[in-house]
């Protein structure tokens, strides 16, 4: 069987490109100059800093993959159907709904939300999504925090925790939030609730005041108003149980994303406790 062909994706055009964010392209940053070349059909020959091996390889890639993108379609529609959504919101107005900072456009530039996304910064247009350091971002990223933003907010807090499968709709959401969040966590965790307590410091997580059993009990904050609880058991290997992690919501949470978004966060949440120490 024939090998299937990788795609280009923007880690490989941040590689050749100088990332000196010098805005001649007419781009932010060279990481939204990449991910238009790659998603919106954006022409490489914007950049006047191409080595020119890098610059005939690129079109040479995009013309071979032609339509075929890293992304599944629905998550252009996705992106689009929820651009749409805010496109007559006040970004003052939501900022302080959805605990954003709000940065208002200079002459010509468009309104931005500066959202942290588990300690990580996001500057939010209607447009656009770039990370504010320059960091890496995909798509997923985009819908994810443009649908945070779409909810708007809703109810303050109450610092009821409850479980996902109280939430409304949550049956058949239940099973993937476990596999790619809870699972994941306690499986890389297994045996190292010090590690898991050094990586959950690192975002920022508060071990106060839980009345739990658990070995590692923390509060943090993935998104501004999405606290999630965490709870670890460390394996018992005498009895043979595997270590459990447990994650609880405030029960405003689907006020500030819907179910499926959530799934996302907590993915994640798992995706950026195992990267880091
Ligand atoms: S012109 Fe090139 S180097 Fe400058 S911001 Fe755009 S992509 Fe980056």
């Known amino acids: 069987m024939a090998e299937k062909k990788r795609l280009l994706q923007i880690l490989d055009l941040m590689k050749m490109l100088p990332r000196n964010n010098c805005k001649e392209c007419g781009f932010k940053t060279c990481m939204a100059f990449a991910t238009h070349v790659l998603r919106e059909g ?8 191409w080595q020119p091996e890098d610059l005939t390889f690129v079109k040479q890639s995009l013309a071979d993959q032609g339509e075929e993108t890293a992304y599944p379609d629905h998550l252009f529609s996705a992106r689009k159907f929820v651009q749409g959504k805010i496109k007559d919101y006040d ?4 900022a302080e709904r959805i605990g954003a900072r709000f940065e208002p456009g200079a002459a010509g530039t468009d309104d931005c939300l500066i959202i ?14 770039e ?18 933003v779409a909810e708007n907010g809703g109810r303050p807090l109450t610092g009821e925790w409850v479980p996902m499968e109280s939430l409304p709709g949550s049956l058949a959401k239940r099973k993937a939030f476990v596999k790619g969040c809870e699972a994941k966590i306690a499986a890389a965790y297994t045996g190292k609730p010090e590690a898991l307590k050094a990586a959950l410091k690192v975002l920022k997580a508060d071990f106060s005041e839980l009345d739990s059993n658990a070995e590692v009990a923390a509060v943090f904050y993935p998104l501004p108003k999405i606290p999630f609880q965490i709870l670890f058991w460390d ?5 043979g149980f595997p270590a459990q992690i447990k994650v609880l919501f405030d029960e405003t949470v689907l006020d500030y994303l819907d179910i499926e978004s959530l799934v996302f966060l907590g993915e994640k949440c798992a995706e950026r406790l195992l990267e880091l120490p």
Do not use: I, M
């Open 42 to 49: 954006t022409k490489p020959e914007l950049c006047p800093y």
């Open 131 to 148: 990370a504010v350091d320059g960091g890496e971002h995909d798509l997923w990223d985009h819908v994810l925090l443009y649908n945070y």
């Open 91 to 94: 970004f003052a107005q939501v």
């Open 235 to 239: 394996a018992d290997l005498d009895d």
């Open 116 to 129: 942290n996304l588990l300690e990580r910064f996001y500057r939010v247009s209607k447009n656009d999504v």
